[in-house]
């Protein structure tokens, strides 16, 4: 699993409209939101989903922009976009190759039957390509606007005042809320 004050992965992955998204384009560079979702058109990814597109004007106006990844294909995260009017950017891993560097791809259990599957997970990563919060096993409902919060702690240079003064941030487990 990531931990907050590493650095965030490096990957390319195709978009809904396949075209290719190179995260070098973001690290280093300005702060930006990458969250990992179960599945294009389930009820909690909607929710969550469309709850980071309703806030997409707050996290513009921070210049942070929120990556969505999913193990789902590029025309399927194009009509999920298109049907909901999605405004994050949606990134296809198919083979979770992505997923397993963020420590997402996970051994599950569902009604008794362990299979490998994505741990519904966010991470707020810095301008400088730091990782500051890193938020496994997250609700759906209400978690763009704590991550939200969580952006807007970040100064102009993308780091946090705890950072700046030092301090190191903890990685969330599951059924912790967002650490300040």
């Known amino acids: 699993m990531i ?11 195709p978009d ?14 300005q702060p930006f939101v990458l969250y990992f979702y179960i599945k294009d058109g389930t009820p909690g990814c909607i929710v969550e989903a469309t709850e980071f597109s309703d806030l997409e004007p707050e996290f513009s106006r921070l210049r942070c ?13 194009a009509e999920f ?16 190759e992505v997923c397993g560097q963020y420590g997402v791809w996970q051994l599950r259990e ?22 500051q919060h890193a938020l496994y096993g997250v609700t759906p409902r ?12 970040l100064d102009n240079s993308g780091r946090t ?8 941030r903890h990685a969330q487990l599951p059924g912790q809320g967002p650490g300040r």
Do not use: E
Not at 162 to 168: K, L, N, P, Y
């Open 81 to 96: 976009r298109d049907k909901h009017g999605l405004a994050v950017l949606l990134l296809s891993d198919p083979d979770c």
């Open 65 to 77: 922009p929120v990556l969505g990844v999913s193990r789902d294909d590029c025309i399927t995260h």
């Open 110 to 131: 569902s009604n008794g039957v362990s299979r490998m599957g994505v741990l519904r997970s966010t991470f707020v990563v810095d301008g400088n390509g730091i990782v």
């Open 16 to 29: 809904a409209d396949m075209d290719m998204f190179d995260l070098r384009a973001l690290l280093g560079r």
């Open 161 to 168: 005042h705890a950072d700046r003064q030092g301090h190191r």
């Open 3 to 13: 931990q907050p004050g590493q650095p965030a992965p490096d990957f390319s992955l």
């Open 142 to 153: 209400g978690h763009a606007a704590q991550v939200l919060q969580l952006v807007r702690q």
